[in-house]
T-cell receptor, first 110, second 116 residues
Framework: RKEVEQDPGPFNVPEGATVAFNCTYSNSASQSFFWYRQDCRKEPKLLMSVYSSGNEDGRFTAQLNRASQYISLLIRDSKLSDSATYLCVVNKAGFQKLVFGTGTRLLVSP | GAVVSQHPSWVICKSGTSVKIECRSLDFQATTMFWYRQFPKQSLMLMATSNEGSKATYEQGVEKDKFLINHASLTLSTLTVTSAHPEDSSFYIC????????????FGPGTRLTVL
């Protein structure tokens, strides 16, 4: 079983749509959780950290369910510029190493 | 914000040659640097972790004699792919963590290696 699992997509949505991505992780001792965005042939960029209480940054909302080992990202009012691959990232328990999911590809069309 | 650079951004080499990739933290001291590899349509895979002034710690399955890592200063780490082969062709990305924000990894722009 992969340490971090995501639906690879692609998710094709029209501009203005709301889209949600899910992610599960296998190590219950994991401590830190993140969503990164990666554009084609570019490095990943931190989108937001994910906190147990849930957190929001503009159109983006992240949620964490430790009991289910489940992380989500909600994007509201999708923009064309949101088209990218979204990576679910978990720190390896006991270390400061990041474990990346394979990513979920989002395509926002006009 | 913290900036990490990588050089070169892309490189094409012949099989059997060695390639050196540099990773620099431009405006902060990187006490720890990480080297990742990403094959097409796959996730980033951590290859090794290096702390300034000490030997790198390699992940399982990564050959330390093939992927030489040097972290000689607080702003520079290098990855040398020795005797490169076509299967080493990949996107190599470094990240750095250090003062003042030790919780965040800042990623370099990556180096695309193609071995003919």
């Amino acid at each position: 079983r992969k340490e971090v699992e995501q639906d690879p997509g692609p998710f094709n949505v029209p501009e203005g749509a709301t889209v949600a991505f899910n992610c599960t992780y296998s190590n219950s001792a994991s401590q830190s959780f993140f969503w990164y965005r990666q554009d084609c042939r570019k490095e990943p960029k931190l989108l937001m950290s994910v906190y147990s209480s849930g957190n929001e940054d503009g159109r983006f909302t992240a949620q964490l369910n430790r009991a289910s080992q489940y992380i989500s990202l909600l994007i509201r009012d999708s923009k064309l510029s949101d088209s990218a691959t979204y990576l679910c990232v978990v720190n390896k328990a006991g270390f400061q190493k990041l474990v990346f999911g394979t990513g979920t590809r989002l395509l926002v069309s006009p | 914000g913290a900036v990490v650079s990588q050089h070169p951004s892309w490189v094409i080499c012949k099989s059997g040659t060695s390639v050196k990739i540099e990773c620099r933290s431009l405006d902060f001291q990187a006490t720890t640097m990480f080297w990742y590899r990403q094959f097409p349509k796959q996730s980033l895979m951590l290859m090794a972790t290096s702390n300034e002034g000490s030997k790198a710690t390699y992940e399982q399955g990564v050959e330390k004699d093939k992927f030489l890592i040097n972290h000689a200063s607080l702003t520079l780490s290098t990855l040398t792919v020795t005797s490169a082969h076509p299967e080493d062709s990949s996107f190599y990305i470094c990240s750095a963590r250090g003062q003042p924000n030790t919780d965040t990894q800042y990623f370099g722009p990556g180096t695309r290696l193609t071995v003919l």
